[in-house]
């Protein structure tokens, strides 16, 4: 291989956590990124006969708000050659209706804080920005592993019964900004949280099949909670904890360094231990965030 094609799209398929988009990265073995032409053209035959939004990638205006120009024009703005953005448009080719809902529920508090007078992003909003940009769905059929992952408990979850998480766990990344930051790791790269867990005919489906379902859950579940969702919502997740990222997570020890696995605020574990005190529409939409059992 070419020292040109280790910096390919094609040279990170096979990476770990690329797995959602390897079929899509696979088609660039050269080191330029593709054009917005073949961006569009790319998701117009991923997205083929699907009931999804039309969709094409454009330069960015300058001044335009970003989530307005897309709900106006169908038009996501797309610096061309550039990684962040190039990963941007493979995410909506693979989580079309999340992505889609996320827009929507942009402009819907873009125009409920114009309505109400209100300045500022507001928690929704930020909440969908940290997810669209880092956020990964953790699917798995083990509730005791997704628990255990959602505590903080990282040594317990991803070293201790790491065979048992490996079998029955799987992380599908959605935002863009994480693959980005996966072309180099570093340590600390963290990732937004969401918990499903599922049936273990889950795992039995086709991958193509397991992301299209996974795409429509998450945007009903967003759509679901969004009177409740906040950052708050959104648990962290060290990546390079994931069994396989990195040669470094071999060891016990690996997962003692606080820096990077750190444990969940006290504030945090005292919410969870109290869930039951909470109103009973918080504490639904609490644990439905995290650990909702729809198929």
Not at 230 to 239: F, G, K, T, V
Not at 265 to 272: K, L, N, S, Y
């Amino acid at each position: 291989m070419s020292a040109g094609a280790d910096h390919a799209p094609a040279a990170l398929a096979h990476r770990p956590l690329f797995d959602g988009i390897a079929h899509l990265l696979m088609r660039f073995p050269a080191p330029e990124l593709p054009g917005l032409a073949e961006l569009d053209a790319l998701y117009a035959e991923t997205t083929a006969g699907a009931d999804v939004r039309r969709l094409r990638f454009v330069p960015p205006v300058a001044g335009a708000a970003y989530e307005a120009h897309i709900a106006r024009h169908d038009a996501v703005p797309t610096r061309p050659a550039d990684w962040h953005d190039f990963f941007n448009a493979l995410a909506w080719c693979v989580w079309p209706r999340t992505k889609s809902i996320c827009n929507r529920l942009h402009l819907q508090a873009i125009q409920a804080n114009a309505a109400a007078g209100l300045s500022g992003r507001g928690p929704l909003r930020d909440a969908l920005t940290q997810f669209d940009e880092c956020g990964v769905l953790v699917v798995g059929c083990d509730a005791e592993i997704l628990h255990l992952l959602a505590a903080h408990e990282w040594e317990e979850a991803l070293w201790t019964r790491r065979s048992r998480l490996v079998e029955s766990t799987r992380f599908l990344v959605f935002g863009h900004a994480s693959w980005d930051q996966l072309r180099a790791p570093f340590t600390g790269l963290c990732a937004k949280a969401i918990y499903r867990q599922v049936d273990e005919v889950w795992f039995a489906l086709p991958a193509a099949q397991r992301q299209a379902a996974s795409d429509a859950w998450l945007t009903e579940h967003l759509v679901g909670i969004v009177d409740a969702l906040a950052p708050r919502l959104l648990r962290p997740l060290p990546l390079l904890g994931i069994p396989g990222v990195t040669p470094a997570s071999e060891s016990a020890d690996y997962y003692r360094d606080r820096r990077q696995f750190r444990p969940l605020a006290q504030e945090e574990r005292g919410r969870d231990r109290h869930a039951d005190a909470l109103p009973p529409l918080a504490r639904r939409m609490r644990l439905d965030s995290e650990f909702s059992s729809r198929k």
